[in-house]
Each structure stands twice: as C-alpha cells, then as structure tokens.
C-alpha cells in the first residue's frame, strides 16, 4: 500500500489556515480562543468533516478527528499537532503536523486502505504559551500533568481561563478532560524542525529520539518609582535596571554550562510605569530555560535564583520568583522510531535521529501513549518568524511518511 500526498491541496490548505491572522502576511498572530483562532478552528473542522472524520471537542477546545477503524473497540493511533501560533510567527509551526496529518489521513484513503484501529487527528488548544503564560495547556490537561484546577488558576488579562474558553463556546467541566490509560495505542507528531540541522546536512526526516526539558518562571522586581528629573542617581532603586541585570544573569547561567543544549531566553520584559519620565517601580520577567539534561536545567535555574539574590541585595530591590512549569524531558517509544524509520527507508529518503529543542505536546501525549515525532527540515532552521518556510516538497515527504508510519501502526 503506498500512497501519495496531495501538495497542492495541501499548500492551498496551509495559506487559507495563514489567513486566519491578527497579524498581517507574512507574519502570523493566532493567540488561542481569540476571533483568528476560532475562524482557524472553524475552517479547520470543515476539512475535518470534508474527510468524513467524526469531530468531537473537549471542554478545553482540544479537538479529534477520528477515522473509525474496523475494529473502533481497539485504542486509536493518535496524530496531530496545534494551530495556535506566538505572536509575528510564521504559518507551519504546528500546522503542519494538523494539515499534514489530515492529509496523511486523505492519503490512507485515497489508497483504499481499511486501519484496523481508529485513526484520530487531534488539533491541541493552546501549545503556546502566549496567552495563559503556559505552553502544551491541551495536552497537559489531556495527559493529567495539569490539574483541571488550572481553569481558575490560570487567567489572562483578569480573567480566568474558564470564563474565555467558555467565551468562546467551551463548556463542560475540564475534570472530563483527562484521557483515560490507553485511549491510544500510539502518538506521532509531524512537525518542522525550527532548526538547521537536517537543512544543513540534506537530510529528508528527522526521527526525534528526546524532547528537551522545558522550564519557565516569572521574575517580579519591585523597586521605586518617581520623576526621572527630580530622583538623583545614588537614591534611585530603579526596577528595570534590577531586571536587565537578572536578564544578564539568565544568559550566563545558560552559558557557564558550557554545553550547547543549554538553553536560556528572557522573552518577556514589561516595565511599569513604562512613561519616559518615571523611574521604574516594577518589572515582570518571563524567562524560558531549556536542556536536554534535567539535573543540568535545574542547575541553571538555581544559578538564575542565586543571581536575583544578589541583585535584590546590591540594588535594593524585592524580587520575586514565580516558576510556571519545570517539566522533564521526554523520550520517544522505540517502536514508533523504527516505524517512522522503516518507513524512510522505504520510500527511499533519508533520515537521522535528533532531539528536539523545541516542546511540542508530544512531550505530554508521551506520559500516556507511546510516542514519536517526525521532523521535516524548515529553511535555515528560521521558526518563531513571519518567515519561517518549509518547501512543497519536504512537507509531502514528512506526510507521505506521516500516512505510512499511521498505516503501520494501525493495520
Ligand atoms: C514551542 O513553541 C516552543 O517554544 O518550543
Ligand atoms: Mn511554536
Ligand atoms: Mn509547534
């Protein structure tokens, strides 16, 4: 049984989905729950039906679409990916791993294959943290790493996500949200690399062995505030500067390691009053650190402490730490890596194992089924940008792949 990606429809696919954008092309902004989102999730459940899947949404907006198998009693082989995208972000972060999957699907189709098990393509709420400060909010929910207590915890802009998810038409208690063991038999996430390596090295697919152990915390510096004219230097206790100092802190820490997947980013910095006359009072840090090794991305978060101690204690200043999350890394099933490879081999591309860097929600799908995920390469291993690329070909390649490993794993 081989079957044949459709390029074209799925390119098409993609730009429609890229419409759906707060920001203007090429940049895309689809923040979760927000209008693009629902359109997003609207035009997306209209293919999903096109394809005659069986469309069900949980109370969080995590959405699946099933292809019942000859044997629908069995656990289903799950794919999939998100549609949400951070703020100036390109169009194939996530999508890919939605649209391809679905196309997988039309592909399995197309060639008259029967699975034995349900195959279901499931589109994760809110893989980015952008809007609730927490990345993979779906799949952790789906997986029990969140306590559905999160629903009241979690808030943006004042609100509670319970009352915008509800907003946006998702009702139902988030304790049905959880999977119960063993609702799938497996997990596979296509995806674009978001870096340079299989680019770098003319290489089709990436076979992720591990997923790197994501970190991030909140860093509030409260100090004092007052005119920019009138407060003279020695008295001043200003917040922002406390901040770009722990912000420096954050990168040495990640850099003392010495090791190149040591990662470390303070992408969030917003400073209070923020008026160019007034000395900051406040500043709110969002740091985001990031290894392979987790003894080792607990050591640089101790370092990043340490640091806000000393600048706290030298420039008079209360710094408070918040952590978000400190999951551990993930590592991919074994017989999901030899599917994706048995399948490279047979359509005659070539491949290499790699870690991921990035988080997907294939870390949390990990803790409940097996899981793997297939990477494609990405142009010049540029994501997180409006132009962030990923040819034609190499997303029918990831697909073609994608429908064979589903195929395998579901006969
Ligand atoms: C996911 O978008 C990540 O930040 O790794
Ligand atoms: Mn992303
Ligand atoms: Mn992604």
């Not at 039906?49 to 656990?75: I, K, Q």
């Not at 008259?112 to 393509?121: N, V």
């Not at 089709?204 to 003279?232: F, K, M, N, Y």
């Amino acid at each position: 049984m081989s079957s044949t990606s459709d390029s074209h429809r799925l390119d098409a696919e993609l730009a429609a989905l890229a419409s759906f954008s707060e920001s203007p092309p090429p940049a895309v902004t689809r923040i979760v729950f927000g209008d693009m989102d629902r359109r997003a999730r609207a035009y997306l459940k209209t293919l999903f039906g096109d394809a005659s899947l069986v469309v069900r949404e949980d109370a969080v907006g995590n959405t699946f679409a099933r292809w019942p198998g000859r044997n629908p009693e069995l656990p289903a082989v799950a794919t999939g990916s998100h549609c949400d995208a951070i703020p100036n972000a390109g169009r194939y972060d996530g999508t890919v791993g939605v649209l391809g999957g679905l196309e997988a699907i039309r592909a399995l189709q197309r060639a008259g294959f029967e699975p034995r098990r349900s195959i279901e393509l499931v589109l994760f709420t809110s893989e980015e943290p952008t809007r609730f400060g927490i990345g993979c909010l779906g799949s952790r929910l789906l997986s029990g790493a969140l306590e559905p207590s999160a629903g009241e915890t979690l808030s943006s802009d004042g609100q509670s996500l319970n009352q915008v998810r509800r907003a946006a038409g998702f009702n139902g208690a988030l304790e049905h949200v959880a999977l119960s063991p063993g609702a799938y038999s497996a997990f596979v996430e296509l995806h674009i690399e978001q870096g340079p390596l299989l680019e770098r090295e003319r290489i089709d697919i990436g076979v992720v062995t591990a997923i790197a152990a994501p970190a991030s915390l909140r860093i509030i510096v409260e100090g004092q505030g007052g005119h920019a004219g009138a407060v003279l230097m020695p008295d001043r206790h200003d917040a922002f500067l406390a901040a770009a100092e722990i912000a420096l802190a954050v990168e040495a820490s990640a850099r003392s390691t010495g090791v190149v997947d040591t990662v470390a980013t303070t992408g969030v910095c917003e400073v209070f009053p923020g008026a160019i006359n007034s000395v900051p009072s406040r500043t709110r840090l969002d740091v985001d650190v990031r290894d392979i090794d987790l003894l080792r991305r607990d050591a640089v978060l101790a370092a990043i402490e340490r640091a806000c101690g000393e600048v706290k204690a030298r420039r008079g200043v209360a710094v408070r730490l918040e952590p978000i999350n400190a999951d551990p890394p993930a590592q991919c099933a074994p017989a999901i890596r030899e599917a994706i490879t048995t399948a490279c081999e047979s359509r005659g591309l070539r491949h290499r194992p790699m870690i991921s860097r990035a988080y997907h929600d294939s870390l949390f799908m990990a803790r409940i089924a097996p899981t793997g995920m297939i990477f494609i390469p990405c142009r010049d291993g540029v994501s997180h940008r409006p132009d962030e690329y990923a040819s034609p070909e190499a997303i029918a390649h990831g697909t073609e792949v994608l429908a064979d490993t589903l195929a395998a794993l579901a006969k």
